[in-house]
């Protein structure tokens, strides 16, 4: 296994557990100690985790920075799960605002299941499958190239949704607080998410259960924003406290 491989999926147990000790590790990826302790001092350098004595423990309150990589392989089992629910808000000829993501990337496979269908998109991998497995009609947000997320933002990307016009939104986020809104790491990103919500009528959080009760660098938007909020899993004191002119799925 690769050194990359390998701390991505350090991570992914270290959620899981959210404690580890480096023999535990170790053992579990045939890898000696001293590579471990390479591993976690890297990790801990990039704010993914916090060294403890023999060991490692989750960052829970910071809003992680994941890399493309990292995030197709963790909390897949969320995202098909809020694939599946946000899939019942979808009607033939709809015209849909669709962001950027693995979360997003999950619901355009669901989306294959229709006939006719407007997108607006700026994720690569996501034209790339429904250019190659649909029939819809797929516009393409042009604009500056964000690397690291494989999708289009920046000012011409704002500039071209000006004058779109869309049935629903369905938007995603890299944190959630209460008081501080939805956030991204990404200046641009968070510029273009809330462009792109405001092109529609309905619009619609993808969030995941992970990300709650963290914050990054960028707030677009808030609750009240939403007309939906999608999850694999909300708790019974966020339910109470979110607004209710938000429903959530």
Do not use: W
Not at 117 to 132: G, K, Q, V, Y
Not at 158 to 173: E, G, T, V
Request: hydrophobic share 35%; net charge positive.
């Amino acid at each position: 296994m690769f050194t990359e491989q390998r701390r991505i999926e350090i991570l992914t147990y270290l959620r899981e557990k959210n404690e580890v000790s480096v023999a535990d590790l170790a053992g579990k990826f045939n890898v000696s100690l001293p590579t471990i302790r390479s591993d976690l001092t890297f990790l801990e350098e990039n704010n993914k985790l916090t060294r403890t004595h023999g060991g490692a423990i989750l960052n829970k309150k910071i809003g992680e920075y994941q890399t493309i990589s990292e995030k197709k392989i963790i909390n897949t089992d969320k995202k098909t799960i809020i694939a599946k629910k946000a899939i019942d808000l979808v009607e033939e000829n709809d015209t849909i605002a669709l962001d950027s993501g693995t979360t997003s990337f999950e619901l355009c496979k669901k989306l294959t299941s229709f006939d006719k269908l407007t997108l607006i998109i700026n994720d690569f991998a996501i034209a790339n499958f429904l250019s190659e497995n649909s029939t819809f009609k797929l516009i393409f947000v042009g604009g500056l190239i964000g690397r690291d997320i494989n999708s289009t933002n920046g000012p011409k990307a704002l500039s071209f949704l000006d004058n779109i016009n869309c049935d629903k939104a369905f938007i995603s986020c890299e944190s959630f607080d209460l008081k501080k809104g939805f956030s991204t790491f990404d200046e641009n990103q968070a510029a273009f998410k809330k462009r792109l919500m405001e092109t529609s009528k309905t619009k619609i959080m993808l969030l995941d259960s992970s990300k709650f009760d963290k914050v990054s660098s960028f707030t677009f938007s808030k609750i009240e924003d939403y007309d939906y909020l999608i999850s694999d899993k909300v708790s019974e004191n966020y339910r109470k406290k979110i607004v209710k002119t938000t429903k959530i799925i």
